[in-house]
């Protein structure tokens, strides 16, 4: 009896199929997810093959323009609920450090300085941490590990959240 038909041959390696077909997200994000893997990133800032882009392609791949309008909260709506956390919580310092700067300096800096830079920081780092959350299953940025878990970031997230509150209410 000749079973050579119905064994596999393991020596042959199987194809490997475009994981990002796979993913259940929309087109339009699979798309994305192309345009970064084709990048080939080194991390959030810095790719292998950017110059094959043309200027479109890269402001698809590199912008997000809800996450602008809505930073930390678009990160917890995409479910990347510590990255969320961790950016709510260090916007709140920032804009606390600046009250504070505004109130003991005894000036006062335009709102533009206030939200804009949180924003676009988030702009630019949510389709990478989307890429990363979808495609590689990764839920928080290599080096900071005290927020591996959620609770730290949540956590951070509201102390921040009282300084913030506190720097407000000290110079009123």
Not at 42 to 61: I, N
Not at 78 to 107: H, P, Q, R
Request: proline share 5%; net charge positive.
């Amino acid at each position: 009896m000749d079973n050579s038909k119905n064994t596999p041959n393991l020596t042959e390696a199987a194809p490997v199929p475009d994981n990002i077909d796979a993913l259940e997200v929309s087109d339009s994000w699979k798309k994305t997810f192309r345009l970064i893997k084709k990048a080939e990133p080194e991390g959030p800032f810095k790719y292998k093959k950017l110059d094959e882009l043309d200027l479109s392609e890269r402001r698809k791949m590199n912008y997000n323009f809800i996450a602008f309008f809505f930073s930390g909260l678009y990160y917890l709506w995409k479910g990347m609920y510590k990255k969320g956390f961790v950016i709510l919580g260090a916007s709140w310092i920032y804009i606390a450090v600046l009250t504070f700067a505004e109130g003991f300096f005894s000036v006062s800096l335009p709102d533009v300085f206030f939200y804009i830079p949180p924003s676009v920081i988030c702009a630019i780092l949510a389709n990478y941490d989307y890429y990363k959350k979808v495609v590689h299953k990764k839920q928080m940025w290599e080096g900071v590990e005290i927020f591996k878990k959620l609770s730290p970031s949540v956590a951070f997230a509201a102390g921040a959240l009282l300084l913030f509150m506190y720097s407000i209410t000290a110079f009123s």
